[in-house]
Nanobody, 125 residues
Framework: VQLQASGGGLVQPGGSLRLSCAAS????????MGWFRQAPGKEREFVAG????????TYADSVKGRLTISRDNAKNTVYLQMISLKPEDTAVYYC???????????????????WGQGTLVTVSS
Protein backbone atom coordinates (compact mmCIF):
# COMPACT_ATOMS: atom_id res chain seq x y z
CA VAL A 1 0.00 0.00 0.00
CA GLN A 2 1.25 3.46 -0.90
CA LEU A 3 -0.15 6.88 -0.07
CA GLN A 4 1.71 9.52 -2.06
CA ALA A 5 1.09 13.06 -0.82
CA SER A 6 1.98 16.09 -2.91
CA GLY A 7 1.19 19.77 -3.34
CA GLY A 8 2.99 21.30 -0.39
CA GLY A 9 5.14 24.39 -0.66
CA LEU A 10 5.77 27.92 0.48
CA VAL A 11 2.79 30.28 0.47
CA GLN A 12 2.16 33.73 1.87
CA PRO A 13 -0.36 34.32 4.65
CA GLY A 14 -3.82 34.49 3.15
CA GLY A 15 -2.79 32.29 0.25
CA SER A 16 -4.09 28.94 -0.94
CA LEU A 17 -2.78 25.47 -1.66
CA ARG A 18 -4.29 22.15 -2.67
CA LEU A 19 -2.76 18.96 -1.37
CA SER A 20 -3.32 15.63 -3.08
CA CYS A 21 -2.82 12.09 -1.86
CA ALA A 22 -2.83 9.30 -4.41
CA ALA A 23 -3.46 5.83 -3.03
CA SER A 24 -2.43 2.51 -4.52
CA UNK A 25 -2.46 -1.10 -3.41
CA UNK A 26 -5.78 -0.91 -1.56
CA UNK A 27 -9.47 -0.86 -2.35
CA UNK A 28 -9.75 2.89 -1.98
CA UNK A 29 -13.54 2.99 -1.67
CA UNK A 30 -13.32 0.71 1.38
CA UNK A 31 -11.26 3.24 3.32
CA UNK A 32 -12.05 6.43 5.16
CA MET A 33 -9.38 9.03 4.39
CA GLY A 34 -7.94 11.73 6.58
CA TRP A 35 -5.36 14.46 6.79
CA PHE A 36 -3.16 15.07 9.81
CA ARG A 37 -0.41 17.59 10.38
CA GLN A 38 2.63 17.96 12.59
CA ALA A 39 4.10 21.36 13.29
CA PRO A 40 7.71 21.75 14.50
CA GLY A 41 7.97 20.74 18.14
CA LYS A 42 4.35 19.62 18.35
CA GLU A 43 2.48 16.35 18.23
CA ARG A 44 0.70 15.15 15.11
CA GLU A 45 -2.90 16.34 15.08
CA PHE A 46 -6.03 15.47 13.16
CA VAL A 47 -7.06 18.03 10.54
CA ALA A 48 -9.87 16.56 8.44
CA GLY A 49 -11.54 13.28 7.55
CA UNK A 50 -13.96 11.90 4.98
CA UNK A 51 -15.87 8.67 4.99
CA UNK A 52 -15.43 6.13 2.20
CA UNK A 53 -18.18 7.64 0.06
CA UNK A 54 -17.22 11.26 0.59
CA UNK A 55 -20.73 12.05 1.84
CA UNK A 56 -19.60 12.85 5.36
CA UNK A 57 -16.65 15.00 6.37
CA THR A 58 -15.31 16.40 9.62
CA TYR A 59 -12.74 19.05 10.56
CA ALA A 60 -10.65 20.21 13.47
CA ASP A 61 -12.05 23.44 14.90
CA SER A 62 -8.87 25.30 13.98
CA VAL A 63 -9.39 24.75 10.25
CA LYS A 64 -13.17 24.85 9.83
CA GLY A 65 -14.20 27.16 7.04
CA ARG A 66 -10.69 27.31 5.57
CA LEU A 67 -9.79 23.73 4.69
CA THR A 68 -11.94 21.37 2.65
CA ILE A 69 -11.37 17.65 2.26
CA SER A 70 -12.71 15.81 -0.77
CA ARG A 71 -12.06 12.57 -2.58
CA ASP A 72 -12.36 11.07 -6.04
CA ASN A 73 -12.83 7.33 -5.75
CA ALA A 74 -12.40 6.90 -9.50
CA LYS A 75 -8.90 8.36 -9.21
CA ASN A 76 -8.03 6.83 -5.80
CA THR A 77 -7.17 10.32 -4.60
CA VAL A 78 -8.04 12.48 -1.62
CA TYR A 79 -7.56 16.25 -1.63
CA LEU A 80 -7.18 19.01 0.93
CA GLN A 81 -8.05 22.45 -0.38
CA MET A 82 -6.59 25.12 1.87
CA ILE A 83 -7.51 28.80 1.72
CA SER A 84 -6.83 31.81 3.95
CA LEU A 85 -3.69 30.13 5.20
CA LYS A 86 -2.08 31.33 8.41
CA PRO A 87 1.48 30.98 9.71
CA GLU A 88 0.15 28.55 12.32
CA ASP A 89 -0.87 26.21 9.50
CA THR A 90 2.82 25.59 8.85
CA ALA A 91 3.40 21.85 9.26
CA VAL A 92 4.12 18.59 7.54
CA TYR A 93 0.77 17.29 6.28
CA TYR A 94 0.14 13.55 6.20
CA CYS A 95 -2.66 11.66 4.54
CA UNK A 96 -4.05 8.65 6.35
CA UNK A 97 -6.26 5.71 5.51
CA UNK A 98 -8.32 3.50 7.78
CA UNK A 99 -10.72 0.69 7.05
CA UNK A 100 -14.11 2.32 6.97
CA UNK A 101 -16.06 2.21 10.19
CA UNK A 102 -18.84 4.05 11.99
CA UNK A 103 -17.97 7.58 13.07
CA UNK A 104 -15.80 10.07 11.24
CA UNK A 105 -15.07 12.63 13.97
CA UNK A 106 -11.49 13.40 14.87
CA UNK A 107 -11.54 11.43 18.12
CA UNK A 108 -12.35 8.25 16.17
CA UNK A 109 -9.06 8.38 14.28
CA UNK A 110 -7.08 6.67 17.03
CA UNK A 111 -6.34 3.81 14.69
CA UNK A 112 -4.90 4.51 11.25
CA UNK A 113 -4.09 1.61 8.97
CA UNK A 114 -1.80 3.41 6.52
CA TRP A 115 0.14 6.67 6.50
CA GLY A 116 1.49 8.73 3.63
CA GLN A 117 4.99 10.17 3.67
CA GLY A 118 4.03 13.78 4.33
CA THR A 119 4.28 17.03 2.42
CA LEU A 120 5.58 20.27 3.93
CA VAL A 121 3.41 23.39 3.95
CA THR A 122 5.12 26.61 4.98
CA VAL A 123 3.05 29.76 5.44
CA SER A 124 5.32 32.76 5.66
CA SER A 125 5.83 36.19 4.19
Amino acid sequence: VQLQASGGGLVQPGGSLRLSCAASGLVFSSFDMGWFRQAPGKEREFVAGTMWSGRSTTYADSVKGRLTISRDNAKNTVYLQMISLKPEDTAVYYCAARVSRVGIEGNTWDRVDYWGQGTLVTVSS
